[in-house]
């Protein structure tokens, strides 16, 4: 192992540790213009920009290392995919609607948002009944062959919105949730 490889697994571990999130450092050879290079990769949690200035925190560190030799690639999982969704709604509601109803397409909603995935438990709620009324979106329009939230649950979801209001919407939402389970803790 190089030094440049021990340095930018310690990076690695260093954003691992400030995160939360499992960062993975790899390197693919020679950078060129699309391709190689140092990468940092993780799921879902910080933006892009984020990481890569936690990283300009740490760099200083490491003598055979810049930033800009790495290349950041933040995955998302569809539940993160869903939540950024509605806390980007919620934000700014005006600019998404522009986007309806493929503001669920390319990740637009995640790439705004942080830690979609640790957001309060009401929006994790909103967004498991969000993949519920894709399921049965997929089982009423076989059309539908995509992963994860489609065009037919955004475009109900923008006609809520814009019929009803956004507070509406989010009532609609939690009423679609089910009722939640309580957990009691036995006191003797």
Sequence with gaps: MTNRSRQAATLARLLTERTGRPVRQSYDG?????????????????????????????IGRFPDLEVDEFRFSRSRTEFADAVALLLWLDTDLDAVLRYAPTFWFGGLAFERVEDPDRAPEVWQARARTLHALVDQAAERDTRISEPGPHRVVGEDLADHIRTDGWDATLQWLDSQAGPRTRHLRVVE
């Excluded at 020679?30 to 740490?58: F, K, N």
């Design 30 to 58: 020679p950078r060129q213009a699309r391709y190689g290079g140092w990468h940092l990769e993780w799921v879902d949690g910080p933006t892009i920009e984020t990481m890569r200035a936690l990283a300009s925190e740490y």
